[in-house]
């Protein structure tokens, strides 16, 4: 099993900066990829953000040059640098681990950005 624990969320005014932050637990050996999915109010849950264990990384068309994923391996810790915020990019965000064929997620924390 592996946990996973968001922090970092809140309530930011457009142009402005968040970090998220996923602690993962548990066991995370052979964990090959790590991200950020997001749902806002009454829309699909999507990707904005994803890591693998080569350090390639994608990212959702809207947050490219905005968001910057990263990890350190050292914490077990997965970030997203969230600068230049938008209105429509309030939603909760959850961050995600891939561990063979099987997804963990964690249990969201709340992104608020204000016009």
């Known amino acids: 099993q592996v946990q996973l624990v968001e922090s970092g969320g809140g309530l930011v005014r457009a142009g402005g900066s968040l970090r998220l932050s996923c602690a993962a637990s548990?066991?995370?050996?052979?964990?090959?990829?790590m991200g950020w999915y997001r749902q806002a109010p009454g829309k699909q849950r999507e990707l904005v953000a994803i890591?693998?264990?080569?350090?390639?990384?994608n990212y959702e068309d809207s947050v490219k040059g905005r968001f910057t994923i990263s990890r350190d391996d050292t914490k077990n810790t997965v970030y997203l640098q969230k600068n230049s915020l938008e209105p429509e990019d309030t939603a909760i965000y959850y961050c995600?681990?891939?561990?063979?064929?099987?997804?963990?997620w964690g249990q969201g924390t709340q992104v608020t950005v204000s016009s």
């Open positions: 995600t681990a891939r561990r063979g064929s099987r997804n963990y």
């Open positions: 890591i693998r264990i080569a350090d390639t990384t």
């Open positions: 548990g066991i995370v050996s052979s964990i090959n990829a």
